[in-house]
């Protein structure tokens, strides 16, 4: 009977720790899968050269998707002016966590005390690179110059079959004594 008195509660400690490694393996995971997202996030923002209203929006819907937050909880802050190359883009990210802990119950923690945000400080490069006055035009003509001529491969192509010539493909194979053959 003394041994059985001793092993439960002992049972109900192991249980409730196996229980703590469940659940952070879960937290572990969402948090993986919130920072992969971050991540393309600085990838886009790094492009555009700042913090816009429409990547945030978009980074903030993923985020309620993966944590299971509200979105009002999801903080972005971050450049919103553009910046050039080489600027630097700083933005910061803060979303609350919650179950923290499986059975926290358990351990006498109160479920509106059960959570912790996650804070991620970024920054990066810009690649941005405005386009100039005078290449956006010269872009615009060499456009409509190409629009107006048909450069495919497959026109070139046809054209010299129908003449009866080669159509540029491979090379002819080379005759036994290591001269192509024309």
């Known amino acids: 009977m003394k041994n059985l008195i001793t092993a439960v509660p002992c049972i109900v400690i192991l249980l409730a720790i196996l229980m703590e490694f469940v659940q952070m393996e879960a937290v572990y995971s969402k948090v993986i899968r919130a920072e992969a997202a971050i991540e393309n996030f600085r990838q886009e923002v790094r492009a555009e050269g700042c913090v816009t209203g429409a990547r945030e929006t978009s980074l903030r819907r993923e985020l309620v998707k993966i944590i299971g937050c509200r979105e ?4 972005i802050g971050g450049t919103r002016e553009r910046t ?18 499986g059975a926290a119950g358990f351990w006498g923690i109160p479920s509106d005390r059960n959570r912790f945000r996650y804070r991620a400080d970024r920054s990066c490069i810009s690649e941005y690179l405005p386009e100039k006055k005078e290449e956006r035009k010269e872009k615009e003509g060499k456009d409509r110059e190409e629009s ?35």
């Open 72 to 75: 009002k909880e999801v903080e």
């Open 84 to 101: 050039e190359r080489p600027g630097r883009i700083r933005f910061r990210v803060l979303f609350p966590v919650k179950p923290a802990l």
């Open 148 to 182: 107006h001529h048909d450069h495919s491969y497959s026109a070139v192509r046809n054209h010299a079959s129908d003449d009866g010539e080669s159509d540029g493909g491979s090379p002819p194979a080379p005759s036994e004594n290591g001269r192509r053959n024309r």
